[in-house]
């Protein structure tokens, strides 16, 4: 069983960085490969990165890609988003998932999900 909480959203102009971080419970965190999805309002929630679980593969969605990187510190039960030049677009609340196995692009293929937080990009 694995327990997410994520942290570190906000209001940012566009331009700006965020990083959000998502904590993790349990001590088989390091065996998990750890995604990020976001849902904008009235929108399907979309895959955004992944990460193996040590952390020697990273993948993501083609519209953050050089700008977004994704990190996970397993001594400390931690997974990171660092997002820099932010647009309006990225607009959404941001989800955290774990999974057995090697990353995954498709949200069935998760078993565990925190509960999200919101990023709000001003243009």
């Known amino acids: 069983q694995v327990q997410l909480v994520e942290s570190g959203g906000g209001l940012v102009q566009a331009g700006g960085s965020l990083r959000l971080s998502c904590a993790a419970s349990?001590?088989?965190?390091?065996?998990?490969?750890m995604g990020w999805f976001r849902q904008a309002p009235g929108k399907e929630r979309e895959f955004v990165a992944a990460?193996?679980?040590?952390?020697?593969?990273?993948f993501y969605t083609n519209s953050v890609k050089g700008r977004f990187t994704i990190s996970r510190d397993n001594a400390k039960n931690a997974v990171y988003l660092q997002m820099n030049s932010l647009k309006p677009e990225d607009t959404a609340v941001y989800y955290c998932?774990?999974?057995?196995?090697?990353?995954?692009?498709?949200?069935?293929?998760?078993?565990?999900w925190g509960q999200g937080t919101q990023v709000t990009v001003s243009s």
């Open positions: 998932a774990a999974r057995g196995g090697s990353p995954a692009y498709l949200e069935y293929e998760y078993d565990y």
């Open positions: 349990g001590r088989t965190f390091s065996t998990y490969a």
């Open positions: 990460i193996s679980w040590r952390g020697g593969g990273t």
